[in-house]
């Protein structure tokens, strides 16, 4: 079992920024076997990946959508989301997520429980 502890988001202004964290732990997490990552689901929308870090945290994936807004990065079993220049579309609940065996998370074994981001217009 993993558990992941996700803190940060809550209401920001377009043009602002927010960060989110996730710290994973549990008797079957080992950093070094895990790729972490961040979704996120709008309302009325499917679930989809939003950034990525690979076990290591050397290697990361992001969204076009997020690409040069969003900065992902990794300590030991902690990652982190930094958004910068959010933008109404952003609005969503993010899901932490880690998975086994790959470069960057899919069909993510283990989710956080989700935290709210809201970007005002």
């Known amino acids: 079992q993993v558990h992941l502890a996700e803190s940060g988001g809550g209401l920001a202004q377009a043009g602002g920024s927010l960060s989110l964290s996730c710290t994973a732990s549990g008797p079957n997490f080992h950093p070094d076997a895990y790729a972490m990552g961040w979704f996120r689901q709008a309302p009325g929308k499917v679930r989809e990946s939003v950034a990525s870090?690979?076990?290591?945290?050397?290697l990361s994936d992001y969204k076009d959508a997020v690409q040069g807004r969003f900065t992902i990065s990794k300590t030991q079993n902690t990652i982190y989301l930094q958004m910068n220049s959010l933008k109404f579309e952003d609005t969503a609940v993010y899901y932490c997520v880690v998975q086994s065996g790959v470069r960057r998370p899919v069909s993510p074994n283990y989710w956080g429980r989700g935290t709210q981001v809201t970007v005002s217009p």
């Open positions: 870090t690979s076990s290591s945290g050397i």
